[in-house]
């Protein structure tokens, strides 16, 4: 068993499963909460800040439990996105159990560069989830995605998964794709 913490939820990882639950940031929150209060401006912070605001008093609070419930809900209506790490279950966001895939070895700057090759720089709107092996794993030769629980990520992974499915290579190298592209430019000039 191992324990990861990330930025809205703690991840336990068991053999085959993980299982994710909410992280609370109360003691930020609170202070987010006190000084809106004092300001006296709570009610219109909590009318224009949603949870997926960085600094929100909905973040701090509830960020980990929409991202479980979303990722659940995204997974049950998109299981024929194969780039996705199944959800099994989900206690309305309270805890999500998860498939185990074996963590991705691959450079963090490879894996950048390649999702760039990918998504012709639709990357850049993600670079979050994205830009982190550990949130992917591997599945018999093929990529999993493993954090999913943001809408703006799902847009995305609605619009590229097939292509980074199908296209991702482990052994990508960011030297060997510069090459490439040198010697194309060279044989156009």
């Not at 990330?6 to 003691?27: D, H, Q, Y």
């Not at 482990?170 to 040198?182: A, G, P, V």
Request: proline share 2%.
């Amino acid at each position: 068993m191992k324990i990861i913490k990330g930025n809205s939820r703690i991840v336990i990882i068991f053999r085959f499963f993980v299982v994710k639950f909410p992280r609370v940031r109360s003691r930020s929150g609170f202070r987010t909460l006190y000084s809106h209060l004092k300001k006296g401006c709570l009610l219109k912070h909590l009318k224009e800040y949603n949870h997926e605001y960085y600094g929100s008093v909905r973040r701090f609070f509830f960020n980990g439990i929409i991202s479980n419930w979303v990722e659940f809900v995204f997974y049950r209506e998109n299981k024929h996105l194969l780039l996705l790490a199944p959800v099994y279950l989900s206690f309305f966001g309270l805890l999500n159990v998860q498939k185990y895939y074996k963590p991705i070895e691959i450079n963090e700057v490879n894996l950048w560069c390649q999702f760039i090759d990918l998504t012709d720089v639709g990357i850049f709107k993600h670079s979050h989830t994205f830009g982190n092996p550990k949130n992917f794993g591997y599945d018999n030769g093929k990529l999993k995605i493993l954090d999913y629980g943001s809408k703006r990520v799902q847009e995305f992974l609605i619009e590229y998964s097939e292509i980074i499915y199908s296209g991702f290579k482990f052994s990508y190298s960011r030297f060997e794709r510069l090459e490439q592209i040198e010697a194309k430019i060279r044989k156009k000039k």
